[in-house]
T-cell receptor
Framework: NAGVTQTPKFQVLKTGQSMTLQCAQD?????MSWYRQDPGMGLRLIHY???????DQGEVPNGYNVSRSTTEDFPLRLLSAAPSQTSVYFC????????????FGPGTRLTVT | KNEVEQSPQNLTAQEGEFITINCSYS?????LHWLQQHPGGGIVSLFM???GKKKHGRLIATINIQEKHSSLHITASHPRDSAVYIC?????????????FGKGTHLIIQP
């Protein structure tokens, strides 16, 4: 199993540009989530999904959209990038919505200039 | 919202030393996670526990539910243990609203 994969690993955007961060898992996990990691702060939840077709907002959802058309994929869309979205983004998955072991992707380092 | 505090924030030790990293949280949880993040690297789950103690190799994790406190111990530390160790908690309602993370403990083990 590849586990949780994320692309790209690095990305530089100009303010106002849009892009999609890709996340996929091959473990048939129902629960998937996106976090951002900023210096001096713990990871913060952006959006999550408890199954295909079901998504919900986390702690810091503004400026981001998600969709979950399949169990495997959970892309994160930046609609109009802002410098405040410069961060490292991690996708994670687990078996279901209960307290389960979390599997993280390798991360995407995004810089918005 | 749960508040998760880790201590120390930074720790430098010599190879072979016994290491302890602490985590406290403010409200009841369903599980506590210890995670490891190497510089520039991804995040790996070390332990998930809801009571008692777990051991894996040189790593030991304990939790005291009544005191809302957990510790991660590393015995016979080695330079390859150098990493950021992150404590995270799952809410009692389940993982639907994700994990709440501490800010991490940056550990450096010198040869």
């Amino acid at each position: 199993n590849a586990g949780v994969t994320q692309t790209p690993k690095f990305q530089v955007l100009k303010t106002g540009q849009s892009m999609t961060l890709q996340c996929a898992q091959d473990m048939n996990h129902e629960y998937m989530s996106w976090y951002r990691q900023d210096p001096g702060m713990g990871l913060r939840l952006i959006h999550y999904s408890v199954g295909a077709g079901i998504t919900d907002q986390g702690e810091v959802p503004n400026g981001y959209n998600v969709s979950r058309s399949t169990t495997e994929d959970f892309p994160l869309r930046l609609l109009s990038a802002a410098p405040s979205q410069t961060s490292v983004y991690f996708c994670a998955s687990s078996w279901d919505r209960g307290p389960r072991e979390q599997y993280f992707g390798p991360g995407t380092r995004l810089t918005v200039t | 919202k749960n508040e998760v505090e880790q201590s120390p924030q930074n720790l430098t030790a010599q190879e072979g030393e016994f290491i302890t990293i602490n985590c406290s949280y403010s409200v009841g949880i369903s599980a506590l996670h210890w995670l490891q993040q190497h510089p520039g690297g991804g995040i790996v789950s070390l332990f998930m526990l809801s009571s008692g103690k777990k051991k894996h190799g040189r790593l030991i994790a304990t939790i005291n539910i009544q005191e809302k406190h957990s510790s991660l111990h590393i015995t016979a530390s080695h330079p390859r243990d150098s990493a950021v160790y992150i404590c995270a908690v799952s809410s009692p309602g389940g993982g639907a609203d994700g994990l709440t993370f501490g800010k991490g403990t940056h550990l450096i083990i010198q040869p």
